[in-house]
């Protein structure tokens, strides 16, 4: 569908409306394809389309194969279901599953994926009415810690967890042996599919970055909720992270530790628990600023290695993270404070 868009664009600078159903005479294995799966795919090649057509986005591009294997499907009146221990797929039937705890709502849609490691994962929607949480009165602020994964106004770090780096470790030895199996197979003139020791290594490797991705989603999922669970208003620094990789600094703890996932996490955990996320503007001088009196440092006067110091006007001792996260708390409840009166005065 896509080339045919394509060849069709390059001739008259205008979209192709095509459908699934104008390819399934000539590719009889369509039919054997779960018709909404093939809908979606329509779908999405559409809202590509849209985007470059209107929102100048790049042109859509064609998907390679084995990279992220998956379709998506959608519930039409039970065409979609679980059991302890199964779920219902369209045109497939049952197919045995190891499901969370109970879940509550309507199943719109069901993502099947394939990881590189050959599991397959079921992803499903579901419509759900949100328990917002207790208010709790007490608020928090957040910084990104540069040894610790983040550091709180109250004062407690929040370290990387340590099996995250012990995993790291194991996925940089193994990466060392597929290089070496990738070398031996050139050496010997062979093909990196038909060398089996190659394809072994392949698998493996895929299997530890899984475990790392899943590892650090879970330790993500499991801080973002206790933090929202526990406070009613959280600041946290707005943060580019587009504009940050060229900072030394921060470009190693983004990539590391995977902060704008987290910030992504609380933003919508705040939402569905009725708590509120401040995002404080990232030129605030949260580090350079006394929590206590104001006094403001100059960047001299505070270079990247001091991690606490003495201020010159109020003689306090600050650590450096949990100074900047208290003043990131502060200036986050004086925007939230602004946002309830400006929105007060207009109604
Ligand atoms: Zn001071």
């Not at 049952?94 to 709502?105: D, E, M, Q, V, Y």
């Not at 490797?205 to 790392?212: D, N, S």
């Not at 030394?248 to 983004?254: F, G, Q, T, Y």
């Not at 401040?278 to 104001?294: A, E, F, I, L, Q």
């Amino acid at each position: 569908m896509l080339n045919d868009k394509i060849e069709h664009y390059k001739k008259t600078k205008t979209e192709l409306k095509n459908t699934p159903a104008h390819y399934k005479k000539e590719f009889e294995w369509l039919k054997e394809v779960d018709s909404l799966a093939l809908a979606n795919v329509q779908q999405n090649l559409r809202a590509a389309y849209n985007k470059f057509f209107k929102q100048g986005a790049g042109f859509p591009k064609f998907k390679k194969k084995g990279i992220k294997d998956s379709y998506t499907t959608n519930n039409q009146k039970g065409t979609v279901a679980i059991t302890d221990s199964t779920v219902k797929l369209p045109k497939i039937g049952h197919i045995k599953a190891r499901l969370p705890s109970k879940i509550n709502g309507l199943i719109k849609s069901a993502t099947i994926s394939r990881t590189p490691s050959g599991k397959y994962y079921v992803s499903l929607l579901v419509e759900t009415i949100a328990t917002t949480l207790p208010k709790t009165h007490s608020n928090i602020g957040i910084d990104l810690g540069l040894t610790d994964f983040i550091v709180l106004s109250d004062g407690s770090k929040v370290a990387n967890p340590k099996f995250l780096s012990k995993l790291q470790d194991k996925l940089a030895r193994e990466q060392k042996i597929l290089a070496k199996r990738r070398a031996v197979a050139k050496a010997n003139q062979r093909k990196l599919s038909d060398s089996r020791n190659y394809q072994k290594q392949k698998l493996k490797v895929a299997k530890v970055y899984e475990r790392i991705t899943n590892c650090r989603k879970d330790f993500l999922h499991k801080l973002s909720f206790t933090l929202i669970k526990n406070h009613d208003v959280i600041a946290v620094e707005d943060l580019n992270v587009k504009g940050m990789v060229k900072n030394r600094k921060l470009s190693k703890a983004i990539s590391d530790s995977s902060w704008s996932t987290f910030a992504a996490m609380l933003n919508y955990k705040a939402e569905w628990y009725g708590k509120e996320v401040v995002k404080v503007d990232r030129w605030y001088p949260s580090s350079k600023t006394c929590s206590g009196c104001g006094h403001l440092l100059t960047k001299a006067e505070l270079p990247l290695q001091v991690r606490s110091w003495n201020c010159p006007s109020c003689q306090q001792k600050h650590d450096r993270d949990i100074n900047a996260s208290i003043n990131i708390l502060n200036e986050g409840l004086r925007l939230a404070t602004l946002k309830t009166v400006g929105t007060t005065g207009l109604a």
